[in-house]
């Protein structure tokens, strides 16, 4: 473990120690070797890297948290409007589904249809976000950490969890019109 020792402020010196014991046990033989080299210093403060990282990185981790929070409710006000925009267009074409279907159309050609529309709509959103996201790599860079603003593996990856959450949203009213009945479709107007 790795221990940061000492402030930064008013010429104290900050020394790291590689330990792997109880930093309880390791004090006392740093304070007789830091007596030894100057008497007149003392520790004033022990505490492992990794908790002084922590407080380092806080301020960043809040912001991301409250990115990722926005992110996520962005994420689900798109798919509710998704939702809602195939359903109504799902709503007004019930007549023309109900006459495919009395002339033949299978149920899942009426999925298929559906969905297609919906993935039309979001591989365009998709095709937008990675522009607008690529756009605003200088605004983020400062705020990401070990992941370059344009690694394409992020990219593809939420590329993809946004393509499957929508092709869910577009799937419950396309299986919806799939449901309908012709004659009811067809009465429908």
């Given at each position: 473990?790795?221990?940061?020792?000492?402030?930064?402020?008013l010429?104290?010196?900050?020394?790291?120690?590689?330990?792997?014991?109880?930093?309880?046990?390791?004090?006392?033989?740093?304070?007789?070797?830091?007596?030894?080299?100057?008497?007149?210093?003392?520790?004033?403060?022990?505490?492992?890297?990794?908790?002084?990282?922590?407080?380092?990185?806080?301020?960043?981790?809040?912001?991301?948290?409250?990115?990722?929070?926005?992110?996520?409710?962005?994420?689900?006000?798109?798919?509710?409007g998704?939702?809602?925009?195939?359903?109504?267009?799902?709503?007004?074409?019930?007549?023309n589904?109900?006459?495919?279907?009395a002339?033949?159309?299978q149920?899942?050609?009426?999925?298929?249809?559906v969905?297609?529309?919906?993935?039309?709509?979001?591989?365009?959103?998709?095709?937008?976000?990675?522009?607008?996201?690529?756009?605003?790599?200088?605004?983020?860079?400062?705020l990401l950490?070990?992941?370059?603003?344009?690694?394409?593996?992020?990219?593809?990856?939420?590329?993809?969890v946004?393509?499957?959450?929508?092709?869910?949203?577009?799937?419950?009213?396309?299986?919806?019109?799939?449901k309908i009945?012709?004659?009811?479709a067809?009465?429908?107007?």
């Amino acid at each position: 473990m790795v221990y940061r020792l000492g402030q930064t402020f008013l010429g104290s010196a900050v020394v790291l120690i590689r330990s792997t014991r109880d930093p309880v046990h390791i004090i006392p033989a740093i304070d007789r070797l830091a007596g030894e080299l100057d008497p007149d210093e003392f520790i004033k403060h022990l505490e492992p890297l990794g908790d002084n990282l922590s407080t380092m990185l806080m301020p960043r981790r809040f912001i991301m948290t409250l990115l990722t929070l926005f992110a996520g409710t962005a994420l689900l006000l798109a798919l509710v409007g998704l939702y809602s925009l195939l359903q109504y267009h799902t709503t007004q074409q019930t007549h023309n589904i109900g006459i495919r279907m009395a002339l033949g159309a299978q149920r899942g050609d009426v999925v298929r249809s559906v969905l297609t529309q919906g993935l039309k709509l979001i591989l365009i959103g998709i095709v937008v976000g990675v522009a607008g996201s690529v756009a605003l790599t200088r605004v983020l860079s400062s705020l990401l950490y070990d992941v370059t603003p344009t690694d394409p593996a992020t990219l593809v990856w939420v590329s993809g969890v946004l393509a499957m959450t929508a092709a869910l949203a577009s799937y419950l009213p396309a299986r919806r019109a799939a449901k309908i009945d012709p004659m009811e479709a067809l009465r429908y107007e």
